[in-house]
Nanobody, 124 residues
């Protein structure tokens, strides 16, 4: 099993950048497809980006395409989310998620391992 710990959140002005990290425990990180989700106050959790086990294939929500980049370093057991051109609408708690095996899509039900979340606040 893998345990996930996010870091890198904070307060940033609109147009700025942040890089989130998600460190995974365990020796089988490369067997898990990974994803980032976010949940704004009063809203449902939504998919942001996903990455295959090898890191070759990436997937994005339309709202972040062209601004956010997901990547992973299997040697470091870490997945990243580089967020550029941030907008106030990106304000949310960001969660890292894992599913054993192949990438399974953008639904929360596809993931059974979750981190505790990290707050991202974008001021206008």
């Amino acid at each position: 099993q893998v345990q996930l710990v996010e870091s890198g959140g904070g307060l940033v002005q609109a147009g700025g950048s942040l890089r989130l990290s998600c460190a995974a425990s365990g020796r089988t990180f490369s067997n898990y497809a990974m994803a980032w989700f976010r949940q704004a106050q009063g809203k449902e959790r939504e998919f942001v980006a996903g990455v295959s086990r090898s890191g070759v294939n990436t997937y994005y929500a339309n709202s972040v395409k062209g601004r956010f980049t997901i990547s992973r370093d299997n040697a470091k057991n870490t997945v990243y989310l580089q967020m550029n051109s941030l907008e106030p609408e990106d304000t949310a708690v960001y969660y890292c998620a894992a599913t054993f095996g192949a990438y399974s899509g953008s639904h929360t039900q596809a993931y059974d391992r979750w981190g505790q979340g990290t707050q991202v606040t974008v001021s206008s």
